[in-house]
């Protein structure tokens, strides 16, 4: 930082500590934590192929992939483990995780011999389902709350991608012209009211899974090619799945009475 005065010469600071919730935060943490991580990942060598090992970093919250046997999977564990503690990390032990099933940023990840299976975690959809009940008991929803429950659907939503049309329904109410009528702050329910009936939907196991299957041949592009077109307009809509090149089914529909209320 630099300090101007009238008339002397520029002061120039530097701070050991970057205050939390200053503007340069995030990017001070964002280097420094990737360099120990990147510092810390530089100690392992695969005994099966190399370069296989992968690591991704939530803000402090890192997750590593390891090939072998059980026992070098832990050997490479320890060794990245004292490479933190040599460069002076403090390392929370009691949340650290280990083996083929782990939770990490509000999901689990198992490894299975077809991929990896991520599944929301209970409590998660537990907090969520609570706080759409509560939307749902009246007419008018405050827009704060409606914020929180889109926000949280969102996160969900980038693993459930099924979610986003309905999440995505949710934001054009919050962003929608202000309606004179309703309370300061709020909107009416009725706008929300669709995606909240399916947000209850799934999260009571009514429809569709709470889970995702991460495959091998969908990371690596070696699956068939799969292409779904739709289409829509004021008077019906329908949709064509072409896989390989071939349409295997299709459906049209009308328009009716109740698709126009909605």
């Keep these: 930082a630099m300090l101007r005065r009238p008339g002397r010469n ?30 810390a990942f530089s100690t392992l060598r695969c005994p099966v192929t ?3 090992q992968r690591m991704e970093v939530y ?38 995780q280990f083996g083929q099933t782990v939770n990490w940023i509000g999901a689990t ?8 299976v991520a599944t929301i975690l209970r409590s998660r959809l537990d907090d969520l389902l609570s706080l759409v009940q509560d939307l749902l008991s009246s007419n008018v929803a405050p827009l704060k709350k409606v914020r929180t429950v889109t926000g949280r659907a969102q996160s969900i939503a980038s693993l459930l991608w099924v979610w ?36 209850v939907a799934f999260l009571t196991g009514q429809r569709g899974n ?17 292409i779904l077109t739709t289409d829509a307009s ?16 299709w459906f049209s529909e009308r328009i009716c009475e109740p698709d126009r209320l909605i």
């Excluded at 990840?109 to 990896?116: A, D, Y």
């Excluded at 949709?239 to 295997?248: C, N, Y």
């Design 50 to 52: 190399p370069d296989s």
């Design 210 to 226: 709470l889970h995702r299957t991460l495959t091998l041949e969908s990371y690596m592009r070696l699956g068939r090619s799969t």
């Design 234 to 249: 004021p008077y019906g809509l329908g949709a064509v799945l072409t896989i390989d090149g071939i349409v295997t089914a």
């Design 59 to 96: 803000v402090d919250d890192p997750v590593c992939l390891l090939l072998g046997t059980e026992q070098e999977c832990k050997q490479q564990a320890a060794i990245m483990t004292l490479a933190w503690a040599a460069l002076g990390i403090v390392l929370a032990f009691p949340k650290g």
């Design 10 to 39: 520029p002061t120039f600071l530097a701070y050991n500590r970057t205050p939390q919730g200053s503007r340069g935060a995030p990017l001070s943490w964002t280097i420094l934590y990737g360099l120990v991580c990147r510092l």
């Design 109 to 116: 990840f198992e490894s299975t011999q077809h991929g990896v």
């Design 164 to 199: 986003r049309p309905f999440v995505h329904m949710m934001y054009a109410a919050i962003y929608a012209p202000a309606d004179p009528s309703t309370p300061t702050g709020c909107i009416w329910t009725k706008q929300i009211h669709v995606p909240l009936r399916w947000l």
